[in-house]
């Protein structure tokens, strides 16, 4: 499915002036039209008037989404920590996207608070140095987690001249099982990945 961002402008030049205007001439969806009536009558002597409307153009494809053996080596080539519980994610490109987890004592795991509530986030991506394959880590060693619900959601901070949209993966481990969800982010969007209670 393709979204559509990028209000672009065209114009057309009409032999004369409705007020109800005419169509675009492009395929592209028209997501925004002027109100009518589109202009005043035709002065005299005038040949044409002028119509001015926009068209939405496609964003481009998201970066592939990074493989588990992907994952897994960045998390050891970065000497990512785990424990009872870890969160990590990764995707390709500079963009800089971040992890954020919320937890049951009312705190956020992310780069603006790297440890809290017995967690850590001890591995951060593309904020100062930029590379192509990033991974981001947070985890909490041995009886380190607090019982109750935690909620992982991914942002994508800054697109460091990277595309629009990211495509992303994040692996939760707990107790030694893992699962792992996929998805796609847009520039200075923040999505919910999932959430899951930790006993």
Known sequence: MKRWTSMTARTLLLASCSPYGAPPTSTSPVVAA?????????????????????????????????????MSDRLIAAGASGGDLQVSLAWNGAND??????????????????????????????????????VENAFWPAGGAEAGNYVVSVEHYNRNDGP????????VVMGGRSQTYTGTVLAKEQVEVVRFDWR
């Open 97 to 134: 996207l971040d992890l954020h987890v919320a937890m049951p004592c009312g705190k956020e795991l992310s780069f603006r608070d790297e440890h809290d509530c017995g967690g850590r986030l001890d591995v951060d991506a593309n904020s100062r140095r930029i590379v192509d394959d990033p």
């Open 164 to 171: 629009l949209a990211v495509s992303y993966a994040v692996r």
């Open 34 to 70: 002027p109100p009518a009536p589109l202009c005043a009558p035709l002065a005299a002597g005038a040949s044409h008037a002028t119509l001015t409307y926009h068209v939405a153009a496609p964003i481009a494809e998201p970066t592939p989404v990074p493989t588990a053996q992907a």
